[in-house]
């Protein structure tokens, strides 16, 4: 800047190539060529007159490192010679030696003189006047650079509100040139309308207030109207110009703020949209965790039986405390909801339930699934990544099916259990966790430990409150009540109407023994109320024999099986079999006495449990007496 601003002509030179570097405006107006022209030209080229002074006066530069000399010669456009000296600094670069080239003016140097000799003739007060001239002076002229270079538009007006001075910034935002709004009414202007096309009366102008009532004002949000029309949206700031205690006049200071607020337009509508999405997620999160309150509590684990009773027992026993508790049962007898239930009456029951299905994760991903990885740590780990651990954390976690876990990855799951700490794959960084857990399984573990396919100290650590979940097929009397739950639940669901579950059904439904427990159930009450006709049910369950299925309706007391035993390769009706059953419990309540429980009882010759033969007795309409 102070090169190019410099009023004496400069050039940077390369000695070496004669070219020209750079230029300063003085330079191209000394030298009568544009900057384009005079960087192309050679340096020697300037000075056709004086190439051999030139060349000496370039190598003492060179050699001493600056040197002056008034031998070089350029001429005006009419041919007469000007007086000039040149002065040349050698500047050393990295990689080569540059000439700064400044050419002084002795005329006007001389002229200077003169001022200034002059000036010391003067008395002392046009001395002192001519000082506060050139004061006063520097000050208008530095004030015109601030509003030349100020980025905010700036204009003033006089106690008439008539334009004094419009800087750049103004004249660009507005579209007006200066000469167009100097010596005018800039509200008539620029500020006659409001943004709604109503008028706007001077009187209400925050801008003439200021100099009326000789008050700032600040206004956040108005218009000012450019040359062609358009509304310019502004903020503006109008304070008043007081001399010698009279206001005279006001300076407004205003930048445009469409961009801004159009910003927050669109921050604004963002931020509703959020607050609308956020209202959405917490009605529909405390309707999901009024679902879950509704579906994951007692009321979902539905039975009179003493096996029901005596797991509500152990849940409301153990939920209260933090206590790991292994779940065992078959498939379908609801494993699952027994978990659900004891953390939802526990004091965890607002943080998360995290299920974990052991037997539907591939063996090379269960330590990634359980604990996590970090970025990298694998083909395929494109990004961090929280395991169920992490996202139990505070909560409980339900591992289902937990015998189906991998042996060598037992130690990592005990080291959790004992320490509540871990690390994720590829992570040297140990994390804590405070979790809960509940496990299940439809396998024995004590066998599974005794064929070392399962951690002793693993099971031990699991099975601190063991909790046996009953085949459905043991506990009879629940059946009706589960037929008329799911019956209600699936008529809803699919949107039919709910039929009738009749006598006849519930004795069909009590003498099928159920291999798949509940879960057959319910899915056998859901492929009924479909095939439903006129309220009707009609129950196709599986015989003994393959393909064969049974009608509805119990069989008949007076039915009896036409053989003690099927021959070879025989396929026998529902019916049949039906009555076989019912044949064989008579033999063996024949065989005790009458007497169902106990050891010598019916249900002991016939390996049930003394409920499930009262629930088929019950069924099939065999008379039994109880004999202590």
């Not at 600094?89 to 002229?111: E, F, G, H, K, N």
């Not at 007692?298 to 790991?324: F, N, R």
């Not at 029951?349 to 991903?365: F, G, K, Q, T, Y």
Request: glycine share 8%.
């Amino acid at each position: 800047m102070a090169f190019d601003r410099a009023p004496e002509p400069r050039l940077v030179v390369d000695p070496f190539s004669d070219t020209i570097l750079r230029a300063n405006k003085a330079a191209c107006a000394i030298y009568a060529l544009t900057p384009d022209e005079l960087l192309k030209r050679r340096f020697s080229s300037l000075y056709g007159e004086s190439r051999g002074e030139l060349l000496v006066f370039t190598e003492e530069a060179m050699d001493r490192g600056h040197a002056w000399s008034r031998d070089l010669v350029l001429r005006r456009p009419d041919g007469s010679p000007m007086n000039l000296e040149h002065s040349l600094i050698a500047c050393p670069q990295r990689d080569r030696l540059c000439l700064l080239l400044s050419v002084l003016d002795l005329t006007l140097l001389r002229y200077r003189t003169v001022d200034d000799e002059a000036n010391s003739y003067h008395r002392q007060g046009l001395e002192e006047w001519r000082r506060a001239e050139r004061f006063f002076r520097e000050i208008e002229r530095e004030n015109q650079m601030i509003l030349s270079a100020a980025g905010e538009g700036i204009y003033g007006v006089n106690a008439d509100g008539i334009t004094t001075f419009v800087n750049p910034a103004a004249e660009a935002m507005l579209g007006w040139h200066a000469d167009e709004l100097v010596g005018k009414e800039m509200h008539a202007l620029i500020h006659h309308t409001r943004h709604d096309g109503s008028r706007y009366p001077n009187a209400h102008c925050p801008i003439y207030n200021a100099f009326r009532d000789g008050m700032v004002n600040t206004v956040d949000d108005e218009v000012f109207w450019r040359k062609d029309g358009k509304p310019l949206r502004v903020e503006y700031t109008s304070t008043p110009i007081v001399d010698d205690g009279a206001v005279v006049g006001a300076v407004i200071v205003f930048r445009d703020i469409a961009e801004r607020k159009q910003q927050e337009e669109t921050l604004r509508h963002a931020l509703e949209e959020n607050a609308a999405l956020r209202e959405r997620l917490e009605k529909e999160n405390a309707y999901l965790q009024e679902e879950i309150l509704t579906h994951a509590n007692h009321h979902e684990i539905i039975g009179k039986s003493a096996a029901v009773k005596k797991i509500l027992q152990q849940i409301d026993l153990v939920a209260p405390t933090d206590a790991s508790v292994l779940v065992t049962g078959e498939s379908g007898t609801g494993k699952e909801l027994v978990a659900r239930a004891i953390h939802q009456a526990s004091a965890r029951r607002d943080r998360p339930l995290i299920r974990v299905n052991c037997a539907a994760i591939p063996r090379e991903l269960f330590e990634s699934e359980f604990f996590g990885h970090a970025k990298g740590a694998f083909t395929g780990a494109l990004r961090d990544r929280v395991g169920r651990f992490e996202l139990a954390d505070g909560g409980t976690i339900f591992l289902d099916e937990v015998g189906e876990i991998p042996l060598d990855l037992q130690a990592k799951l005990l080291r959790v259990l004992q320490d509540r700490r871990f690390e994720r794959v590829g992570e040297d960084k140990t994390r804590e966790v405070d979790i809960r857990l509940i496990a299940a399984t439809n396998r024995d573990l004590k066998q599974e430990v005794a064929a070392g396919r399962f951690r002793e100290d693993l099971y031990f650590r699991l099975n601190v409150f063991p909790i046996e979940c009953t085949p459905l097929r043991e506990r009879g009397d629940d059946i009706p009540i589960l037929a008329e739950h799911f019956l209600k639940t699936t008529a809803a669901r699919l949107n039919m109407p709910k039929p009738t579950l009749t006598n006849a059904n519930i004795e069909t439904l009590t003498a099928y023994a159920w291999p798949g427990n509940a879960r057959e159930l319910q899915n056998i009450i859901e492929r009924a109320v479909i095939l439903a006709r006129h309220g009707r049910l009609s129950f196709h369950l599986p015989s003994g024999g393959p393909g064969g299925a049974t009608s509805e309706g119990p069989p008949s007391a007076r039915e009896k099986p036409t053989r003690s035993l099927p021959g070879e390769g025989e396929v026998l009706t529902a019916r049949q079999l039906a009555a076989f059953e019912r044949d064989n419990i008579e033999r063996a309540l024949k065989a005790a006495g009458g007497k169902v429980a106990g050891k010598q009882g019916a249900a002991a010759l016939l390996g049930l449990k003394p409920t499930t033969l009262y629930s088929k007795i019950k069924a099939l309409g065999i008379g039994a007496r109880e004999n202590s």
